[in-house]
């Protein structure tokens, strides 16, 4: 049970045949009322003070917990921010070389398509070319072999050695040529200058059609 100075002030004491003297009791306790009551409300202020202390101590103590946790989260957001940025650098540096990767790719096909069409149209042309060689050659062969046999038959000597005279002879021969050839003679020279012709034509035809 606490002891309160009211308690002390209406405290009664008994008095015996040789008690103390009454007033000095008196005086006494009204002066350790005094001093105790002083205690009291010192006592009261301190706790009240110590309980405003205490109250801002936990509020502190909260804050403090807030900002803990407000500095946590906020780590953790940076954390994750961070781990996302650096997720999202290497996805799109694995896109752009894959990227990459494909174009070098099909370019790489491209050329070697282009080099396989290019050596296709180099062997086809070279084909036609030994082809070509092949018909001109054959038709400068059928070219000497006309005019050996035109110079066979007509005695038509070098044109380095005797280029006038042969043209004298020539132009001597036409003119007899022309005087003493009869009807049927002529139609036998057209024919055959048409056949050899038609010759030569159907040989052209022949190796463009062995060509396609």
Same mark, same amino acid.
């Given at each position: ?7 002390? #002030? ?5 008095? =015996?045949?040789? =008690? ?10 009204d002066e350790v009322v005094e001093n105790y009551e002083e205690?009291?409300?010192? %006592? ?24 803990? %946790? ?5 780590? %953790? ?19 752009? #070389?894959?990227a990459a990767q494909k174009i070098m790719d099909k370019a790489? %096909? ?33 070219? +000497? +072999? ?6 066979? #038959? ?24 022309d005087e003493i050839i009869s009807k049927p003679e002529e ?11 038609? +010759? ?13």
């Amino acid at each position: 049970m606490k002891l309160t100075p009211m308690d002390i #002030n209406n405290k009664e004491f008994k008095k =015996g045949l040789r =008690g103390y003297n009454p007033d000095e009791v008196d005086e006494f306790l009204d002066e350790v009322v005094e001093n105790y009551e002083e205690l009291y409300k010192e %006592n009261a202020t301190l706790k009240e003070k110590l309980t405003n202390q205490n109250e801002k101590l936990e509020h502190y103590s909260k804050i403090e917990t807030t900002i803990q %946790n407000t500095l946590l989260l906020a780590q %953790n957001a940076a954390e994750q921010a961070k781990n996302s940025a650096q997720k999202e650098a290497e996805l799109l540096l694995k896109n752009a #070389n894959e990227a990459a990767q494909k174009i070098m790719d099909k370019a790489h %096909n491209d050329v070697i398509q282009i080099n396989d069409e290019y050596e296709k149209v180099k062997q086809e042309f070279i084909k036609f070319r030994a082809k070509y060689r092949n018909f001109m050659n054959t038709q400068l062969e059928t070219f +000497d +072999d006309l005019e050996k046999e035109f110079i066979k #038959n007509y005695n038509i000597s070098d044109p380095v050695d005797d280029n006038e005279a042969v043209h004298e002879e020539l132009k001597a021969k036409e003119i007899v040529s022309d005087e003493i050839i009869s009807k049927p003679e002529e139609e036998a020279i057209s024919n055959h200058k048409n056949t050899s012709l038609n +010759d030569e034509l159907n040989e052209i035809k022949s190796f463009f059609v062995q060509s396609e």
